[in-house]
């Protein structure tokens, strides 16, 4: 077989088929492009240039002829050919060891990055061979033009960094260049499959587009803004975070009190910063294990153009991730890339795709590169992961030309340490404040602090007790079934009264419906309202109680109650009410916490949580955890492979999406139809479309149970990528409290959901 003839993909329907040289040039054109963004740009295009190689060897010619093209490509599956490894060899063969992260991408980019060794030891020596299995001219010479040129280093001589450093930043820059290739290739494939037609992408706004739009709309809200204390503090820190915009790109801190506008100042810099320093997108990460309602909603009343269609989209908005249930082309294909300008995503999505292996997962992990990167609540990261993060995150900042933005009300001290003699602490280099100093800040919002009170109550039923004899109040607990236990107790007393309930179990759509529900009742004057949330919910959405209950957590969450107690300032003083509840937090390092903080105030009951000296000593016992994991020296190995299981075993860290059955109040159904016209869609760019559509309609429980439902038959699978209740199971879905099971449900496991 010839160059020439050599063929990438085919569409025996169609009776098209795609040259495999036109497709590794396309390639290696569009991973040029994208790897430029991390000083990387000809390895991208050699990475292009030598990733299918091995689709030149007659037979993976001959079995994508016999196959159809459908699955010919994918490897690891009985009859498949390896393709990969052809390319990879050639790369150490040309380049020696310094061809090594060329090597990985091109070895990863069907099956995922593998450890290092395994493919040293393993695999490189049982495909070594290959290459003289191809007959003479099987390569056309375009393939070897850079190796002719010679491709510069992979890091620049002027980097002087310790060992260990320069080895994770050497890790990080291949995952780069693997994420690269690998969208690159998505791409192409995804143009071939359109027909030749140019691959439909929904049209976002350009940041400058989006930056006009956000400044139209906070002249309309500061003009109609009175003149509270309230409103004077968040138009200063407004002001303070546009004049540091054109500062140069690095790490900076936004540290303003729940409720002072840390959603708005934070992207009026960064859409500052982003246009000053031409970074191409922003990128909002919402608090670890917490949901990103509040964050869309804000971004959707400033950025949405009043009177557009009903799905319009300024921006991507993801609520969770949509796991393949079995890999096929399209399924790849659809894969999230983050190709907006603007992203709203939750830690547990980001942070996958800095650690993760596989392509999918990581094919928009070169769009972090020259982004502003805000990232919300950072001490919500569980302690065990975060020297990993940290680190990460740093190198982005040191030496990818990103900026990153920790938006935090109680900021733990993250600035890293190597003094002589002592243990060394890994954190940020440098850290610019956006809204003043600390001290600065707490005293601008001093006269705002509510004030902690600590119930006797000790179980649910004394905690209702204390919730009836308030007329307006938001109780918070750690556990659904603690929510949906308190709320029976309290509508027996109550029958008449509404008791409103928000949860993670619940989807994006239906918390946005029953949040409108409660501001509307809040909003009549002398009407009871009570409402009932858990854990993941409180940090993520906007609401204003005079008094809230919240049962024994820790101080992020005890800070993060406090946000929804006289939020607006309307009172002399709010009131938050700790009790301690039977039930601990679901999450491992919540409970540690909480133990924490109930230690703290057994200690001393006159404690004031909200004190920055109390923040102090409780971050500084929890978040100056190193790496328990060993994740660190696993970057240090390039053990791609094994990082990615570690990140996986942290608690809460392995989520499914599952799309429910909802829909606005006319049609409970539409996201079912939704699913119907998936069902139909051949093209991965309109599927890609549909996901991110579908995104407001999903819920979040363990892969395990996601597993384990789909083998009992309570979920099937639409297109391998979406998993829907059966229609004899959408009871499982209620109104009032969202996803819900019992032993009665085949392979249910409720005690293990985070909601």
């Known amino acids: ?63 994508i002829r016999a196959a159809g093209g459908e699955s010919a490509h994918l490897e690891g599956v009985p009859g498949a050919i390896d393709h990969s490894s052809a390319g990879a060899v050639y790369a150490v063969e040309r380049l020696g060891p310094s061809g090594t992260p060329l090597a990985m991408a091109i070895a990863g980019h069907h099956g995922g990055l593998p450890n290092l060794s395994e493919w040293q030891d393993v695999r490189y020596q049982l495909s070594r061979s290959i290459l003289s299995e191809f007959e003479p001219g099987a390569f056309p010479k375009s393939l070897q033009e850079p190796f002719r040129k010679g491709l510069p280093p992979f890091y620049p001589a002027s980097l002087k960094l310790p060992g260990e450093e320069l080895l994770r930043y050497m890790e990080l820059k291949t995952r780069l260049l693997f994420s690269a290739l690998a969208d690159a290739d998505f791409l192409d494939t995804e143009a071939f499959y359109s027909e030749g037609k140019p691959a439909a992408q929904e049209a976002y706004p350009p940041l400058r587009e989006l930056a006009d739009r956000f400044d139209k709309y906070m002249r309309r809200v500061l003009g109609e803004a009175d003149e509270r204390p309230i409103n004077v503090r968040r138009r200063r820190i407004l002001d303070r975070c546009r004049g540091c915009a054109a500062q140069p790109p690095g790490v900076f801190s936004l540290r ?116 502003v990167i805000i990232l919300e609540e950072p001490q919500a990261l569980p302690s065990a992961f975060l020297a990993p993060a940290l680190d990460m995150l740093e190198s982005l900042a040191e030496h990818h030309g990103s900026s990153i933005v920790l938006s935090a009300s109680v900021q733990p001290d993250l600035l890293g340490s190597s003094s002589a003699g002592a243990q060394k602490i890994l954190g940020f280099k440098r850290i610019t404040e956006l809204a003043g100093t600390p001290e600065e800040v707490e005293e601008s919002f001093a006269s705002l602090r509510v004030r902690v009170d600590h119930s006797p109550a000790k179980t649910l039923g004394e905690a209702a007790e204390a919730v009836y004899a308030e007329k307006r109040v938001l109780a918070i607990v750690n556990r659904p079934e603690d929510a949906r236990a308190l709320i029976k107790l309290v509508k027996a007393r109550y029958p008449d009264e509404p008791v409103f309930h928000l949860s993670a179990l619940m989807c994006a759509r239906h918390r946005r419906e029953r949040l409108m529900e409660i501001k509307k009742a809040l909003a009549a004057a002398g009407k009871p309202v009570r ?18 209950f919240r049962a024994m957590a820790g101080l992020d969450s005890v800070v993060q109650s406090a946000g929804r107690c006289n939020r607006e300032s309307r009172l002399m003083e709010g009131r938050v009410v700790l009790f301690d509840s039977p039930s601990k937090p679901m999450v491992e390092h919540l409970r540690k916490a909480a133990d924490l903080a109930r230690t703290l105030y057994t200690m001393d009951s006159k404690i004031d949580f909200l004190a920055p000296d109390t923040c102090a000593r409780l971050h500084q016992s929890l978040h100056r955890a190193q790496d328990p994991l060993g994740i660190l020296a696993m970057r240090e190995q390039f053990r791609f492979e094994d990082a990615a299981k570690a990140f996986k075993s942290i608690d809460g860290c392995r989520q499914a999406a599952i799309i429910v059955p909802w829909g606005p109040p006319d049609n409970r159904g539409l996201s079912t139809e939704m699913l119907k016209q998936a069902e139909y869609v051949k093209s991965p760019a309109v599927l890609r479309a549909l996901a991110r559509r579908l995104q407001g309609y999903s819920v979040n429980i363990p892969s395990k149970q996601a597993e384990d439902w789909l083998k009992a038959g309570v979920l099937y699978a639409v297109q391998n990528l979406f998993l829907i209740l059966k229609p004899e199971r959408k009871a499982l879905y209620t109104e009032e409290f969202g996803l819900t099971a019992d032993e009665s449900v085949p392979a249910a496991d409720p005690s293990t959901w985070v909601g």
């Open 531 to 548: 409402a009932v949330l858990t854990q993941p919910v409180e940090a993520g959405v906007d609401m204003d109680f005079p008094v809230v």
């Open 256 to 371: 303003v009190p729940t409720g002072g506008g840390k959603t708005y100042a934070g992207l009026a810099f960064a859409l500052g910063h982003a246009l000053a320093h031409k970074l191409e997108r922003i990128i909002v990460v919402v608090p670890f294990m917490t949901i990103p309602d509040q964050t869309v909603a804000a971004f959707r009343k400033a950025l949405i153009v009043p009177g557009a269609k009903v799905y319009e989209p300024a921006f991507i908005e993801e609520h969770g991730g949509m796991e393949l249930v079995k890999e096929h082309r399209r399924t790849r294909l659809a894969a999230e890339n983050w190709d907006a300008p603007l992203i709203v995503t939750t830690a547990l999505r980001f942070f996958e795709s800095l650690f993760a292996r596989s392509p999918s997962e990581c094919r928009r992990l070169h769009n972090l590169a020259r982004s």
């Open 1 to 63: 077989m010839t160059a020439v003839g050599a063929l990438a993909h085919i569409e025996p329907q169609a009776n098209r088929e795609h040259s495999l040289d036109e497709h590794l040039k396309e390639v290696g054109e569009r991973a040029a492009a994208f790897a430029a963004k991390f000083s990387a740009g000809d390895w991208g295009r050699a990475a292009g240039l030598l990733h299918d190689l091995g689709k030149y060897h007659p037979k993976f010619q001959d079995r």
